[in-house]
């Protein structure tokens, strides 16, 4: 009878290790579930721990590529004041640098990622919380927490690099002097043209707008990383002078617009936005009309201007060229058969066209007089709106000023305007020989709706005939 036998002691597999395996699988369970246990009391035991008012701010994902920031800048310090709202810090990403601001009011207790350093995303970056309280506690559990949390997701490849950086770590400890001193190489000493400059985004840009060079700099970011707060504190290697520091208050006018400058933008707009204007420019000589005005002026009765001169050759030229004298319209374009010329001048509150009306029935003198006249009620605000009615064409000039030439937008629903300047002396080519000759140059805006090039080309060709030999506008 072998029963007694049988229900004394199990039968045993082969190889007589059942219950060794068996003790190692529960104890490796137990080991596995207490690891668990405490990884998941740790957190919790950082939560609960938090103090009252206390918020933990983590290094956001500011884009779907971020998986690290970089802190360009904190525009607050520890112990400072935080409103909701308040820029925190300038966070560089991988597309970016983009301002952080607070959704929390306190004070900023800790910061956690200094500038110029770099963080994962959700990493500890700011803790904010009311003045005097005590997060040191906090940011040690936080640390810790995220040291086990990150483990548990490494790979065997990420656990051999780790090991790899941890023996590296040892033969530096090794030599301790040596690193030392290459650490303080890099970030006493200024980047020099050999190898590449470390510098962020943000301190890139304000070098480049400051116009500093990067390899004059001194990085104190990591590894001599060069930062936002490196060109702005930076200072140029002068002789012994003292730097320039700007001093002074940014502030600002406000003046009220009068309507005449309303009137003015809402029509220059009007003209700039709707007429496809073209600009045709001439240089003429003026020997002949200085020797003539000269002559015309010795009566002492009489005195005319340049300017005037140019009202009566352009005057003149409309008659031969009425296309230039001409008014867009939807259904037509208007020819106009007189000729009444518009003479821009400048006031205290903007600018006025005082008109000279049959221009071309004027003389010299009869021209000089009315602008002398019209000008002067323009300028003492007496002008009447019937004075600066009508034009057909109109004439700038800012040659007094020494403006050798310009371009002038059209005055609507003239067709043209022509801008003079200043004559000016100037080598010259005069029957193969170099002399010194006296020009001036004026250029047309003509709206390309009623005029076309060739006809702004052949009324300046007769403009030129008329200036330049003055006496022909006398036949």
Same mark, same amino acid.
Not at 7 to 24: Q, T, V, W
Not at 149 to 152: N, Q, R
Not at 376 to 379: E, L, N, S, V, Y
């Given at each position: 009878?072998i029963s007694?036998?049988?229900?004394?002691?199990?039968?045993?597999?082969?190889?007589?290790?059942?219950? +060794?395996?068996?003790?190692?699988?529960?104890?490796?369970?137990?080991?596995?579930?207490?690891?668990?246990?405490?990884?998941?009391?740790?957190?919790?035991?950082?939560?609960a721990?938090?103090?009252?008012?206390?918020e933990?701010?983590?290094?956001?994902?500011l884009?779907?590529?971020m998986?690290?920031?970089?802190?360009?800048?904190?525009?607050?310090?520890?112990?400072?004041?935080?409103?909701e709202?308040?820029?925190?810090?300038?966070?560089?990403?991988d597309?970016?640098?983009?301002?952080?601001e607070?959704?929390?009011?306190?004070?900023l207790?800790?910061?956690?990622?200094?500038?110029?350093?770099?963080?994962?995303?959700?990493?500890?970056?700011?803790i904010?919380?009311?003045?005097?309280?005590?997060?040191?506690?906090?940011?040690?559990?936080?640390?810790?927490?995220?040291?086990s949390?990150?483990?548990?997701g490494?790979?065997?490849?990420?656990?051999?690099?780790?090991e790899?950086?941890?023996?590296?770590?040892?033969?530096?400890?090794?030599?301790?002097?040596?690193?030392?001193?290459?650490?303080k190489?890099?970030?006493?000493?200024?980047?020099?043209?050999?190898?590449?400059?470390?510098?962020?985004?943000?301190?890139?840009?304000?070098?480049?707008?400051?116009?500093?060079?990067?390899?004059?700099v001194?990085?104190?970011?990591?590894?001599?990383?060069?930062? +936002?707060?490196?060109?702005?504190?930076?200072?140029?290697?002068?002789?012994?002078?003292?730097?320039?520091?700007?001093?002074?208050?940014?502030?600002?006018?406000?003046?009220?617009?009068?309507?005449?400058?309303?009137?003015?933008?809402?029509?220059?707009?009007?003209?700039?936005?709707?007429?496809?204007?073209?600009?045709l420019?001439?240089?003429?000589?003026?020997?002949h009309?200085?020797?003539?005005?000269?002559?015309?002026?010795?009566?002492p009765?009489?005195?005319i201007?340049?300017?005037?001169?140019?009202?009566k050759?352009?005057a003149?030229?409309l008659?031969?060229?009425?296309?230039?004298?001409?008014?867009?319209t939807?259904e037509?374009?208007?020819?106009?058969?007189?000729?009444?010329i518009?003479?821009?001048?400048?006031?205290?509150?903007?600018?006025?066209v005082?008109?000279? +009306?049959f221009?071309?029935?004027?003389?010299?003198s009869?021209?000089?007089?009315?602008?002398?006249?019209?000008a002067?009620?323009?300028?003492n605000?007496?002008?009447?709106?019937?004075?600066?009615?009508g034009?057909?064409?109109?004439?700038?000039?800012?040659?007094?000023?020494?403006?050798?030439?310009?371009?002038?937008?059209?005055?609507?629903?003239?067709?043209?305007?022509?801008?003079?300047?200043?004559?000016?002396?100037?080598?010259?080519?005069?029957?193969?020989?170099?002399?010194?000759?006296?020009?001036?140059?004026?250029?047309?805006?003509?709206?390309?709706?009623?005029?076309?090039?060739?006809?702004?080309?052949?009324?300046?060709?007769?403009?030129?005939?008329?200036?330049?030999?003055?006496?022909t506008?006398?036949?």
């Open positions: 009878d007694d036998l049988i229900s004394e002691k199990p039968a045993r597999p082969a190889g007589g290790s059942s219950d +060794k395996k068996i003790k190692e699988n529960n104890s490796k369970e137990e080991k596995s579930s207490d690891e668990k246990g405490s990884e998941e009391s740790e957190r919790s035991s950082s939560v721990e938090l103090p009252e008012g206390v933990v701010i983590t290094m956001p994902r884009s779907d590529t998986t690290e920031g970089t802190v360009a800048s904190w525009l607050k310090k520890e112990g400072d004041k935080v409103e709202g308040d820029i925190l810090a300038e966070i560089e990403t597309k970016a640098t983009m301002e952080f607070s959704f929390y009011s306190g004070t207790l800790k910061i956690g990622v200094g500038e110029g350093e770099s963080a994962s995303v959700d990493a500890l970056l700011a904010i919380g009311p003045k005097g309280t005590d997060v040191s506690g906090v940011a040690e559990n936080f640390k810790s927490a995220g040291k949390s990150s483990k548990e490494k790979s065997s490849n990420e656990e051999k690099e780790e790899k950086q941890n023996s590296g770590t040892d033969s530096k400890k090794e030599e301790p002097q040596k690193e030392t001193s290459s650490v190489k890099s970030e006493s000493s200024p980047s020099t043209n050999e190898g590449r400059i470390f510098a962020s985004p943000l301190a890139k840009k304000l070098a480049e707008e400051k116009g500093i060079n990067l390899r004059q001194r990085g104190s970011g990591e590894n001599g990383r060069i930062v +936002k707060s490196d060109i702005e504190n930076y200072q140029p290697a002068t002789g012994g002078g003292q730097a320039y520091v700007p001093v002074g208050t940014e502030s600002f006018e406000e003046v009220k617009n009068s309507q005449m400058r309303k009137t003015i933008a809402k029509r220059l707009a009007e003209s700039k936005f709707t007429a496809p204007e073209y600009y420019t001439v240089e003429l000589d003026m020997d009309a200085i020797a003539s005005r000269e002559a015309i002026n010795a009566d009765d009489v005195k201007s340049f300017n005037d001169m140019v009202i050759a352009c003149m030229a008659r031969k060229h009425p296309q230039v004298n001409s008014q867009w939807p037509a374009t208007r020819i106009a058969k007189h000729i009444h518009g003479v821009a001048v400048a006031v205290d509150e903007g600018l006025l005082p008109v000279l +009306k221009a071309d029935q004027m003389t010299f009869q021209i000089g007089a009315q602008v002398k006249e019209l002067g009620k323009a300028r605000k007496k002008i009447t709106p019937q004075e600066m009615e034009s057909t064409f109109t004439v700038s000039n800012l040659g007094m000023f020494g403006i050798t030439e310009f371009t002038s937008i059209i005055n609507q629903p003239n067709s043209a305007i022509l801008s003079v300047g200043a004559i000016v002396q100037k080598p010259v080519v005069k029957n193969g020989q170099i002399a010194v000759g006296n020009s001036m140059t004026v250029t047309l805006a003509c709206d390309h709706r009623t005029v076309d090039g060739a006809t702004g080309a052949k009324f300046l060709q007769t403009l030129r005939q008329y200036i330049e030999n003055p006496v506008m006398f036949v």
